[in-house]
């Protein structure tokens, strides 16, 4: 039941980024959720392994260097996704920023307690 509050959550904050930042396009809600799955999938592979090998990298920029990395899994999953684009690099990196904000600001609201629970 999480995993559904979760992937609804990260489909409804695509469908926010795309209302406020330009070039970030979603055409429906189900081009939303198909969006929200492939970018899970993408984040726990290709986005960690990514992570991993720009880890220097990650440090030296005090940690800003993962915003680029969260831009690069969002338009891989653009390019994958039908109804779902990111025009360019610019506003990738515009709506990675938003779009992790905007998540965190739903999970706590919706009282998410993934990381409540690890401990």
């Not at 695509?14 to 979603?26: D, E, N, R």
């Not at 899994?73 to 990196?93: E, Q």
């Amino acid at each position: 039941m999480r995993l559904l509050l979760r992937w609804l959550i990260n489909a409804i904050s695509l469908l926010i980024v795309a209302h406020f930042v330009s070039g970030f396009h979603v055409d429906k809600f189900t081009s939303a959720l198909l969006a929200a799955i492939v970018l899970g999938l993408l984040n726990s592979t290709i986005g960690l392994f990514l992570k991993i090998l720009t880890f220097p990298l990650t440090i030296l920029t005090l940690g800003f260097f993962l915003i680029v990395i969260n831009a690069v899994v969002l338009k891989m999953a653009a390019a994958v996704t039908p109804g779902f684009r990111v025009d360019s690099w610019g506003a990738a990196i515009i709506g990675a920023i938003v779009l992790t904000i905007v998540s965190w600001l739903l999970h706590w609201l919706i009282g998410d307690q993934r990381r409540r629970e690890r401990n």
